[in-house]
């Protein structure tokens, strides 16, 4: 394995919040771009299939990629441009509401692929904005079924899934002494001296209300505005005890500034390598299951260039890279097991059947987003 | 404009087709570029703000319900916040900025450019990673914290970040430049004479500031709040990155419902309510100074 794909990613490329991502996205844009001028020589437009062969590359010809930033292992993305002769185009995104809406202006866009989040994918295959895919050009071999047929894309129509990931809670054991089992106890720890003020909430709408939801046994996919106001009541009142809207916080929660916070696997991964002491729970009852997915755009300017992209880091050996990079599973069936030992922290990167079974995507209603939006900004606004 | 006069005058005679064909386009591209950049898409947000609001797009119409709803309850309160936000902002960069100005047009003689070149150095770094370094700066554990705790002024971690000291701090330093330099210009050409009048009819150099320099500054003064007071009531970055992203303002409010909520009309309405208030602000202050008139030489 590349030395460079086992290097901790400080700016991993899911996730990144807005905030984050103003920060990351010179880093991470500017990294790909290098990785991607790496080796584009070849830049005839032929593009041939392999004898025999549906899912084979495709040579020379340019890839536009839309997506989030630091998102593949730069060998992968070197090797397969030096493989193919393809120039890639990288242009990535800090959200899918800014994925979404570009997609979705007027002119159009012309890029191939496209990586939303799993509650975006019917949001933009709704508004006809991705291809229906081929399967029989699809390595599903190299895809774990328990990540297929899922509630955002029944028959994965549209979508493949890329990598995937959940959030709970990471604290500091010596500052929150009650060990927090379900979301119920992150919101009454939330008001303990020593931990009101140092508390994150995420900065996405959906999970704040979400946590409240769950904490008290509810469907965090709920249209009833009723249940979401009460949601928004709970975490309002909340909202005093917390320091800032932030998913992405590695230096506050290291440092113990913040001592509670609601993270990705990935982002706690990150903070336990810099601060062992501290601890991750998925919490009881339910929690958030979001898969990024490889998408082709409805207007792709080059279909077979997009297939032959996803079906080359499909490959279980680029998957193996792609996870060490990014620090979240890929798709790939049996990750764990294959995962080199020297990947720091591997554990951490992974997500017991036992938690998987309790974790729920989330689905947008486009009827109530406003409202959604709107109780978040009155949550954030009793914060100050 | 003048420029083209000028040419015009000098060439009158000799005047071919070509050169008039030059001076249309000069005068055009402007004009063609404000169209496009500006009046197109202001015509677009004014009719996305009355029209019918759907998930990810408009449907054209007429209706006042997005106004109705940006102006009620919480939308207004956040209205309000906002240009409490942007006129603190502005009062404070106005006081940092106001002695400092004054400091180098009338005390400084030698080094006066190099003081202009330290006050747009900050310009050549992007906003943004600015901004971040500020982040960086007043973490819990960061190098202010370190220097404060050296010099037993603080113990512990530095509680700044995430609070609204931290956003002010970023916003002072953000806008700086822009009050400083129309107030630095303003002082400078206050003739001497005037002021030295001031001081030999008896008044000290206190009054003579507040009754003479700074009233001969007005037109300074109001560009500088023009310069700060607009763009803070679109801030959004500095809030976000140094104030833990709690409370709202406007500029994030806007962003989200197009982005995150998928409601441009309630966006479109939102920000036509913000330029009609920025339109009046405008207005108060050319009323104000006489068109923005510079100091009588």
Redesign the interface.
């Known amino acids: 394995m590349d030395p460079r794909d086992l290097e901790v990613v400080v700016t991993s490329g899911r996730r990144t919040s ?2 984050q991502f ?2 990351a996205a ?1 880093a991470g844009a500017g990294a790909l771009l290098l990785a991607a001028c790496g080796s584009s020589s070849s830049s005839s437009n032929t593009t041939t299939k392999a004898a025999g062969s549906r899912t084979a590359l495709a040579k020379g010809g340019t890839l536009n990629l839309w997506t989030w930033p630091a998102y593949y292992a730069p060998s992968n993305l070197k090797a397969f441009q030096a493989r193919t002769g393809t120039h890639l185009n990288i242009a990535t995104y800090d ?1 899918n ?2 994925a ?2 570009k997609l ?1 202006t007027a002119g159009g866009t012309s890029f191939d692929i496209v990586v939303p989040t799993s509650d975006f994918v019917p ?1 933009m295959a709704s ?1 006809n904005l991705l291809a229906k895919l081929d399967h029989s050009r699809i390595p599903f071999r190299y895809i774990d079924p328990k990540l297929l047929g899922k509630v955002f894309d029944p028959h994965n129509e549209y979508s493949i899934p890329k990598d995937y990931g959940t959030i709970g809670v990471i604290y500091d054991p010596a500052v929150v002494k009650h060990p927090i089992a379900h979301w119920q106890d992150f919101l009454d720890a939330g008001y303990k001296p020593g931990i009101t003020g140092k508390v ?1 909430l995420p ?1 996405v ?1 959906d999970e704040t209300l979400g946590i409240a939801l769950w904490a008290e046994g509810k469907d965090w996919n709920t249209d009833n505005l009723a249940e979401l106001r009460h949601a928004a009541d709970v975490m309002k009142a909340f ?1 005093k005890n ?5 998913e992405f916080d590695v ?2 929660v290291t ?3 913040v001592v509670m916070a609601i993270v990705t696997q990935g982002t706690a991964r990150l903070m336990m390598l810099q601060k062992k002491s501290l601890k991750f729970v998925i919490p009881e009852p339910q929690s958030e299951l979001w898969v990024d997915n490889y998408c082709i755009t409805a207007n792709a300017p080059d279909v077979n260039q997009a297939y032959s992209f996803i079906y080359y880091m499909l490959q279980p050996a680029h998957q193996l890279k792609d996870c060490a990079y990014i620090g979240y599973p890929t798709a790939l069936p049996d990750l764990q097991k294959k995962l080199p030992a020297n990947v720091p922290l591997r554990s951490e990167i992974f997500i017991s059947p036992s938690d998987f079974a309790r974790l729920v995507p989330h689905v947008i209603h ?2 109530i ?2 409202e ?3 109780l ?3 949550i ?2 009793a ?2 | 404009m003048e420029a083209s006069t000028v040419s015009a005058g000098g060439r009158a005679r000799t005047a071919s087709a070509a050169s008039a064909f030059g001076r249309a386009v000069l005068a055009l591209s402007p004009l063609a570029w404000l169209t496009i950049l500006f009046v197109v898409p202001l015509g677009f947000t004014l009719v996305y703000a009355f029209a019918h609001a759907t998930y990810g797009g408009v449907q054209i119409g007429f209706t006042w319900t997005n106004f109705k709803q940006a102006l009620s309850g919480f939308y207004l309160s956040i209205f309000l916040r906002t240009l409490r936000f942007a006129a603190t902002g502005t009062l404070l960069c106005f006081v940092v900025a106001t002695p400092l100005a004054y400091f180098i047009a009338r005390k400084i003689k030698r080094w006066r450019g190099l003081f202009i070149v330290l006050l747009l150095i900050p310009f050549w770094t992007s906003f943004l990673i600015r901004t971040l370094a500020w982040e960086t700066l007043l973490a819990p554990n960061g190098p202010i914290r370190d220097a404060l705790n050296f010099l037993q002024l603080h113990h512990g971690l530095l509680n700044v970040l995430d609070t609204p000291t931290a956003v002010f701090i970023g916003i002072v330093y953000g806008y700086l430049p822009l009050m400083a330099l129309p107030l630095y210009v303003a002082f400078e050409r206050i003739p001497s004479e005037l002021t030295e009048a001031s001081s030999d009819l008896g008044s000290g150099r206190l009054g003579t500031f507040f009754r003479v320099t700074l009233p001969l500054a007005r037109p300074g003064i109001a560009a500088g709040w023009l310069l700060t007071f607009v763009p803070m009531t679109g801030e959004y970055v500095i809030p976000a990155l140094l104030g833990g992203d709690k409370g709202v303002l406007m500029g994030g409010l806007i962003a989200d419902q197009y982005l995150t909520a998928q409601n441009f009309a309630l966006g479109s309405a939102m920000a036509v309510l913000i330029l009609a208030v920025l339109g009046a602000f405008v207005f108060v202050l050319i009323r104000a100074t006489g068109g923005f008139k510079l100091v009588p030489q």
């Open positions: 807005r905030r103003l920060g010179g959200s509401d800014t979404f809406a979705n949001v508004h994150e900065d709408p909202a917390v320091k800032a809207f932030n230096s506050g440092s113990g500034a486009p009827a987003q406003g959604v939006e709107n978040y900004s009155q954030q606004a914060a100050a």
